[in-house]
């Protein structure tokens, strides 16, 4: 069974950072890209970033420069390093994997086929 498992989230100040950690299982994930999304209160679920089987990567623009995704292949695991956080990053963050052998990255929610519960982070003004 697939399971992806996001940790990492909770309440941080306006400036402060948060590691993000997707732990996934089930089958390799080595071959195909994956991604982070979150969903704010009252609004659609948005795209965050994503990274292809190479490590190459791709931001929403209101992250760039100040989140980094990244993985460990050897350990099924996808990370997203978040600094100089803001109130409007408040949101559950989702993490996403597409299909084996889907190794590019994409910003469509569509593209992915595994998703996890999701955790809550806040950021407080």
């Known amino acids: 069974q697939v399971q992806l498992v996001e940790s990492g989230g909770g309440l941080v100040q306006t400036g402060g950072s948060l590691r993000l950690t997707c732990a996934a299982s089930g089958r390799t994930f080595s071959n195909n890209a994956m991604a982070w999304f979150r969903q704010a209160p009252g609004k659609e679920r948005e795209f965050v970033a994503s990274i292809s089987w190479s490590g190459g990567s791709t931001y929403a623009s209101s992250v760039k420069g100040r989140f980094t995704i990244s993985r460990d292949k050897a350990k ?15 949101a559950v963050y989702y993490c996403a994997a597409r299909a084996e052998g889907i190794v590019y990255y994409s910003d469509s929610q569509v593209g992915y086929r595994d998703w996890g519960q999701g955790t809550q982070v806040t950021v407080s003004s």
Do not use: G, I
Request: proline fraction near 7%.
């Open 76 to 90: 099924n695991t996808l990370y997203l390093q978040m600094n100089s956080l803001k109130p409007e990053d408040t």
